[in-house]
C-alpha cells in the first residue's frame, strides 16, 4: 500500500505541479532528450527521403511516460513537451536549405551567420502562426487531424496499462530500426573487403549472397513512413516508377537525361508540375470553404469545447512586437548578413502571411501542409517580377518554408492545446525554446551528415538510403527559374496539367454522396481501393516517385501495403466495438508506432554511423 501511493507521487513531490521547478523540469526533458531525437529524426528523414514526421506522436508518448505520475493534469505538461519537441524537429529539417546551396554552387555563409538566420525566421514563424490562430483554430474551428490524434493520446495515456503497451511498440521499432542499418553497414564492410581481395588477386568479383542482399539497398526508415502511410500513398508511388522507369530510354534518347542518370533528374520538373496542379485546386476549394465558415462563424456562436477561456488569452501587443522584432531580424540577416535585395526579402515577408493562411487552413482540413509547394510557388512569383540571382530566390523562399512549416506547428499544437485547456501562452514558451535549439541543430545536422556521407554533396542526390527528394525540388525549382532548359518549363507544364485534371477528377468522384455512401460496403471499399491506388491516385502521393529513385519507391510501398493489409485483417478479425465505445487514435495503431519506431531507430543508426566516421577521420589526421 505505502509503495503504491508513493511511487506514482514520486515526480510531483521533486518537481510539484505548476511551480517554475515543474515548467523548468519540462523544459529540460524536451530540450535534452524529445527534442533531439525528434530533431535528429526529422533531419535524417529529410536527408533520406524528401519528407519528414514532427514526432508529436512519439514526443506525447515519450512525454506521457513522465508526466503520467501528475494524475490527469499531467497531460498539459506532456503537451508542452511535444510542443517543443515538434518545433525542434521542423526546425532540424530545415537543414536541406544548406544541402541545397551546396547543390546549387552557391558560396555558404558561416555556421553563426546560417544559424541566425534561421533562428529569425523560425522565430518570425512562431509569430506568424500565432497571429492566424485566433481565426483557424477558435473561430473556424479547424479539424487538425493530427492535433486531434495528439489530443487523443494524451487523454488516453493516463491508462498506465494503455501507455505501458504503446512504449513498447515503439521501443520494438526502433530497437528493429537501429539493428538492421547498423547490420547492414558491417556487412558492406565485409563486402568491401571482398571486392579489394579478389582486385589485388586480379579476379573478377562475383557477388555472393551479401553482395545481392547489400544490392537490394534495403531502407528500414523507407519502409517505415509506408507503414505509417499505407497502401493508398504508396502503392501509387510505386505505379509511377514504373512508369518512369519503362519511359527512361526515351528520355534519354530525347537528350533530356544522361546516359546514366536516374529517372529521377528530369521527371522531379513533371512531379513539380503535378503538385503545383493539384495544389491549385485544393487552395480554391479551400479558401471557398474558408469563406463559408467565415459566413457561419459570424451568425453562430462557436461552440466552447473547454469550460473556462483563462488558457486561450494571449497579449495581442505583445505579439506585434514579436513579429515586428523578428521581421526587422530576418530582414537584417537576409540583407546585411547575406547579401539578399531588400526588395525580394520583404515580398518573401508578404508572401509568408499569404502562403502561412492557405498552408494552415489545407493542414487543418486535409492534414498537410505542402511546404515545399508554398517555397516553389513563391520562387516562380519571384521570378516572374524579375528574380535572377539563385541566392536570393533561395533565401526569400526559405522564408516562406520556414514559416509555414513553424506556423503549421503552431496552429496544429494550439489546436491540441484547444482540446485539453492547456494553456496558450505556455505553450508559445515552449515553442520557442523548440526553435532556438532546432535552429542549432539544422545547421550542425546538415554539416555533420554531409561530412559523413559526402554522397549528400553530390548535386541531384545520391543512391541507396539518400534521395533528399526535398533538396530536389527546392534546388531545381530555383534552377528551373534562373538556369532555364528548353525542356524545364514544358516538363512542369505538362505535370500541372496531369496534376490539375486528376485533382478535379477526384474531387468530382470523391465528393459525390452517392459514392461515399457505397464505398462503405464490401464491393465499394474494394473499388475505392483501387480508384485510390492505380485509377486515379492521388498526385500527391504519385509525384513522390519523381523525386526519389526506384528501389525507394519499392520498399515504400512494401511498407505501405504490408501495413494496410495488416490493418484491414485485423479490424476484420477484430469483435464488433460497443456502441459508445472510444477506439484507438489512428496515429497509436501498432502499425503507426512500428513505423514511426523503425524511422527513429534508423535515423539514430546513420546519425551513430556518422559520428563514428568522423571520429575514425579525426584520428586519421
Known amino acids: ?90 526546425m532540424a529539417a530545415m537543414g536541406v536549405l544548406v544541402q541545397a546551396m551546396v547543390w546549387l554552387g552557391l558560396e555558404e555563409p558561416p555556421v553563426w551567420k546560417l544559424i541566425l538566420y534561421f533562428l529569425s525566421v523560425g522565430m518570425f514563424g512562431v509569430g506568424v502562426g500565432m497571429i492566424f490562430t485566433p481565426l483557424l483554430v477558435d473561430k473556424l474551428q479547424l479539424t487538425y487531424p493530427s492535433g486531434l490524434a495528439v489530443a487523443n493520446i494524451l487523454r488516453a495515456l493516463t491508462d498506465v496499462r494503455l501507455l505501458k503497451r504503446s512504449v513498447g511498440q515503439l521501443a520494438t521499432g526502433i530497437g ?71 519511359l527512361t530510354p526515351w528520355i534519354r534518347m530525347n537528350g533530356w537525361l544522361g546516359e546514366k542518370e536516374p529517372f529521377r533528374k528530369f521527371a522531379f520538373l513533371v512531379a513539380l508540375g503535378t503538385i503545383m496542379g493539384a495544389a491549385v485546386v485544393d487552395i480554391f476549394l479551400i479558401l471557398r470553404q474558408a469563406v463559408t465558415r467565415i459566413r457561419k462563424a459570424s451568425t453562430e456562436q462557436p461552440v466552447a469545447m473547454v469550460p473556462g477561456e483563462e488558457w486561450k488569452q494571449t497579449n495581442t501587443n505583445r505579439l506585434l512586437l514579436w513579429l515586428g522584432f523578428w521581421g526587422l531580424m530576418v530582414i537584417g540577416v537576409s540583407v546585411g548578413l547575406l547579401n539578399v535585395g531588400i526588395g525580394w526579402v520583404l515580398l518573401g515577408i508578404v508572401l509568408a502571411f499569404g502562403m502561412m493562411l492557405v498552408n494552415g487552413i489545407s493542414f487543418g482540413i486535409t492534414d498537410s501542409n505542402p ?17 535572377t540571382a539563385p541566392i536570393e530566390g533561395l533565401i526569400a523562399g526559405s522564408i516562406v518554408f520556414v514559416v509555414t512549416a513553424i506556423g503549421g506547428d503552431m496552429q496544429q499544437d494550439r489546436s491540441t492545446g484547444w482540446r485539453l485547456g492547456t494553456n496558450r501562452t505556455h505553450q508559445f514558451r515552449y515553442q520557442v525554446i523548440g526553435v532556438f535549439l532546432g535552429a542549432v541543430l539544422s545547421v550542425y545536422m546538415a554539416k555533420l551528415f554531409m561530412s559523413a556521407y559526402p554522397e549528400l554533396k553530390i548535386d541531384g542526390g545520391g543512391s541507396g538510403q539518400w534521395q533528399s527528394a526535398m533538396t530536389l525540388k527546392i534546388a531545381g525549382a530555383v534552377r528551373s527559374i534562373t538556369q532555364p532548359k528548353p525542356f524545364q518549363i514544358p516538363a512542369m507544364l505538362v505535370g500541372f496539367a496531369i496534376g490539375l485534371v486528376t485533382e478535379i477528377v477526384r474531387k468530382v468522384v470523391k465528393g459525390n454522396t452517392r459514392y461515399r455512401e457505397w464505398i462503405k460496403t464490401q464491393l465499394g471499399f474494394g473499388f475505392d481501393f483501387c480508384f485510390d491506388c492505380f ?33 484491414w485483417w485485423g479490424k476484420k478479425r477484430a469483435p464488433v466495438a460497443k456502441e459508445g465505445a472510444e477506439g484507438l487514435p489512428e496515429d497509436m495503431s501498432t502499425t503507426s508506432l512500428l513505423g514511426g519506431g523503425l524511422i527513429a531507430g ?16 579525426g584520428k586519421g589526421k
Open 535 to 567: 485509377l486515379v491516385p492521388s498526385p500527391y502521393a504519385s509525384s513522390f516517385a519523381g523525386f526519389v529513385g526506384f528501389k525507394t519507391s519499392v520498399w515504400f510501398a512494401i511498407g505501405g501495403s504490408a501495413s494496410s493489409f495488416v490493418n
Open 371 to 387: 511546404i515545399s509547394s508554398a517555397f516553389v510557388v513563391s520562387v516562380v512569383v519571384m521570378a516572374l517580377l524579375g528574380l
Open 1 to 90: 500500500m505505502t509503495t503504491e501511493t508513493s511511487s506514482p507521487r514520486l515526480f510531483a513531490r521533486w518537481f510539484p505541479l505548476g511551480t517554475t521547478r515543474y515548467y523548468v523540469f519540462l523544459g529540460a526533458v524536451a530540450v535534452l532528450v524529445l527534442g533531439p531525437l525528434g530533431g535528429i529524426t526529422a533531419s535524417y528523414m529529410n536527408f533520406s527521403l524528401g519528407f519528414f514526421v514532427g514526432g508529436q506522436v512519439l514526443a506525447g508518448i515519450l512525454g506521457s511516460t513522465i508526466t503520467y505520475f501528475y494524475g490527469p493534469e499531467g497531460k498539459h505538461g506532456a503537451n508542452y513537451m511535444q510542443t517543443a519537441a515538434a518545433s525542434v524537429a521542423s
Open 176 to 246: 528493429l530500426g537501429t539493428v538492421i542499418p547498423l547490420g547492414m553497414e558491417q556487412l558492406g564492410h565485409v563486402e568491401g573487403a571482398a571486392v579489394k581481395a579478389a582486385e589485388a588477386a586480379g579476379q573478377k568479383y562475383e557477388p555472393g549472397v551479401i553482395g545481392k542482399l547489400l544490392a537490394l539497398e534495403l531502407s528500414v526508415s523507407t519502409v517505415g513512413a509506408g507503414i505509417i502511410l499505407g497502401a493508398r500513398v504508396t502503392v501509387p508511388a510505386l505505379m509511377y516508377a514504373v512508369i518512369w522507369d519503362l
Open 602 to 617: 534508423d535515423s539514430i543508426a546513420a546519425l551513430a554511423t556518422g559520428v563514428a566516421g568522423l571520429l575514425s577521420l
